[in-house]
């Protein structure tokens, strides 16, 4: 697919017509490739019957194999209003299935979006806000989330915490976070030559579907405790979480004092965030 059956000009041409020139202040890369765009748009999986938020579409080159793939309605927010008259054309060629909003992704609600229909997340994220508005997509007091999947793009570095494994270099409190309640996997990289402007960094595709039955603690506490526990991954966790109650704590949870953060799994993790709760309610 060079480019989608929809009578469109080529994404260099619409950028240039409507002087949509990628400003590094709000993340923009733009991919203008459709053969990469539309794999993007594949790693979703099916789109028949869902309703799908993309985030800071710019020029459109997702939104529009999003919609060619069988998209029933995409949501587009941009706050790059340069970008606006470009979409509104997108939305000629498909009437009725292109809502574009033009706003702040961080404020928004995915519930708000889905109206309880369904609902997947597509999105070559600005890398600014990529990690910010995936936390905030998990926080949720509800669960499973108003989305059946999160297809997303991040710098490589980015991606691999997103996935990475306990004893691993790259896990963290994002990989806790995404652990406990999704399925994460890297579909693919992208090189640099791939976007314009090239970025100085490879970029990755990640597709996460929620787990149905996360370990059952409070976002809250395990965010608070990975924050703890990887804000000073280098020492015993009897150090790291003094702040929390440290080797009386840990005691309490069953976890040996003299670990350090990277080696516990996501399920000890859960286990210190639901006994932090219980001390915190004690107390």
């Known amino acids: 697919m060079s480019q989608p059956a929809d009578g469109l000009p080529p994404l260099r041409d619409v950028i240039e017509r409507h002087g949509i020139d990628a400003r590094r202040t709000l993340g923009q890369n733009f991919l203008l490739d459709f053969n990469l765009i539309e794999k993007v748009a594949r790693s979703a999986g099916s789109l028949d019957g869902l309703t799908v938020l993309e985030i800071g579409p710019g020029p459109g080159g997702l939104t529009r194999a999003l919609l060619s793939l069988g998209a029933d309605r995409v949501v587009a927010v941009e706050r790059d209003r340069r970008c606006l008259p470009a979409l509104a054309e997108i939305g000629e060629v498909h009437p009725g299935r292109l809502d574009i909003i033009e706003g702040d992704a961080l404020t928004m609600h995915p519930g708000e979006i889905a109206k309880g229909g369904r609902l997947a997340i ?31 793009m991040f710098q490589r570095e980015v991606a691999e915490r997103i996935v990475a494994e306990p004893g691993s270099r790259a896990y963290g409190r994002l990989g806790v976070l995404v652990g406990w309640r999704m399925h994460a996997e890297i579909c693919f990289d992208l090189p640099p030559q791939a976007f314009s402007p090239p970025p100085k960094v490879t970029s990755s595709v990640v597709h996460l579907v929620p787990r149905e039955r996360p370990d059952p603690c409070r976002f809250a506490d395990l965010e608070r405790v990975t924050q703890a526990a990887f804000g000073q991954r280098r020492k015993m966790l009897r150090q790291s979480l003094k702040p929390l109650g440290g ?36 107390s």
């Open 122 to 152: 597509v999105a070559n994220l600005p890398y600014n806000i990529g990690t910010q508005l995936l936390v905030q997509w998990l926080s949720g007091e509800e669960w499973p989330p108003a989305y059946e999947s999160l297809t997303l």
């Open 247 to 282: 080797q009386a704590y840990l005691e309490a949870a069953g976890i040996d004092p003299t670990r350090r953060a990277e080696t516990l799994s996501i399920a000890e993790f859960c286990t210190l965030a639901r006994t932090l709760e219980s001390r915190t309610t004690r």
